[in-house]
């Protein structure tokens, strides 16, 4: 499970589980000694993780004060009590988005000066690719036909002072009809764009880092070469 928290990743492993050793610079193991966010440099591990281990590295990740922290990965005692903590802590919001491909092309749009991926909020009784295809539809106005699934993310925010985690589902498109595209001014989508993957390469520097997980899981999953 992987929570972006304020645009942070981070991956949530079971006890016994941890990262590849070159994911990680620097290692705590929270059994024998405390976290601290002085420790929390560029690539980090933390290992025996308990709940108040966990809660604290919210804590850290939420609060004002500047951190050089690029990812954060946790080995936790326990992850169904974790997941237990992130239910009591947030209230869990359901979405679902598409990466939409025409030919050799990605679809993009520009929403709140960043590059993105048309998505929206699941409505009651409506299944998750059912969200994707409207969603799709409705910001984009094109229409699409329904791929495989490539992901699934979390990531927090806040909204009348609520913490609210996003459960998004990701499923990859196919453009059947684009004649009529235009991007949903009242969704505050700026401009809507078909990219060659050389200029997703560099629209994700202007992006957000769950987008950014996005395409690295569809080039692992669909066997397609990144153009990196």
């Known amino acids: 499970m992987v929570i972006f928290v304020n ?10 589980d941890k990262p590849d050793s070159g994911r990680f610079n620097h290692t705590i193991d929270a059994a024998t000694e ?40 946790v080995s936790v005692q326990d992850d169904q009590a974790i997941k237990s903590y992130l239910r009591s802590k947030f209230k869990v919001v359901k979405a679902a988005g598409g990466l939409i491909r025409k030919k050799d092309k990605f679809l993009m749009i520009y929403r709140l000066k960043k590059w993105d991926l048309p998505k929206g909020k699941k409505e009651k009784n409506e299944k ?9 539809e409705e910001e984009c106005n094109i229409n699409v036909k329904l791929g495989k699934k490539i992901c699934t993310t979390w990531h927090t925010y806040t909204m009348n002072k609520n913490a609210m ?3 998004t589902r990701w499923y990859v498109m196919d ?29 994700l520097e202007h992006s957000y880092k769950s987008i950014n997980y996005v395409f690295e899981q569809f080039y692992e999953k669909m066997e397609v070469k990144s153009p990196r």
């Open 165 to 167: 985690l996003k459960k």
């Open 128 to 136: 998750y690719k059912q969200t994707a295809v409207r969603e799709v």
């Open 175 to 203: 453009s059947i009809d684009d004649s009529r595209m235009r991007p949903e001014l009242t969704e505050d989508i700026e401009e809507i764009r078909w990219m060659s993957p050389k200029e997703v390469y560099h629209a």
């Open 7 to 16: 645009d942070i990743p981070v991956k949530i492993f079971k006890a016994g």
């Open 34 to 73: 405390p976290v601290t966010q002085a420790k929390l440099i560029h690539h980090v591990w933390v290992n025996n993780a308990s709940v108040q281990d966990f809660d604290t590295l919210m804590g850290f990740l939420n609060s004002k004060v500047p951190t050089s922290l690029l990812t954060l990965m």
